[in-house]
């Protein structure tokens, strides 16, 4: 399994920002996608997951009813898109995938995203 996330950028406080992991290997299996963020000096927080079996997601109390997280028709490509961005949504966003009932969890490489005026 391969994750490869994009989309990070520079944005001012209430924008928009859409990031994109993009996935292979999977084949049919089932698989628990989830985004993740750690900020400087932090440690990493749990934004978004979503089960590839029915599409239903769970948000982190922090980004709820701003983040929405979708995927493509298939589920090899899952989307956050980030509205009404707060400078504390800044940091390294990173999408994980995990196949029940394994433990073991695949990382994609990260994507800074910057909110600042």
């Known amino acids: 399994v391969q994750l490869v996330e994009s989309g990070g950028g520079l944005v001012q406080p209430g924008g928009t920002l859409t990031l994109t992991c993009a996935g292979s290997?999977?084949?049919?299996?089932?698989?628990?996608m989830t985004w993740y963020r750690q900020a400087p000096g932090k440690e990493r927080e749990f934004v978004a997951s979503?089960?590839?079996?029915?599409?239903?997601?769970e948000y982190g109390d922090s980004v709820k009813g701003r983040f929405t997280m979708t995927a493509d028709a298939v589920f090899h490509t899952v989307y956050l898109q980030m509205d009404s961005l707060k400078l504390e949504d800044t940091g390294v966003y990173y999408c994980s995938a995990r196949q029940p009932p394994y433990a073991y969890i695949y990382w994609g490489q990260g994507t800074q995203v910057t909110v600042s005026s």
């Open positions: 290997g999977f084949g049919n299996s089932r698989y628990f």
């Open positions: 979503l089960d590839s079996e029915d599409g239903s997601t």
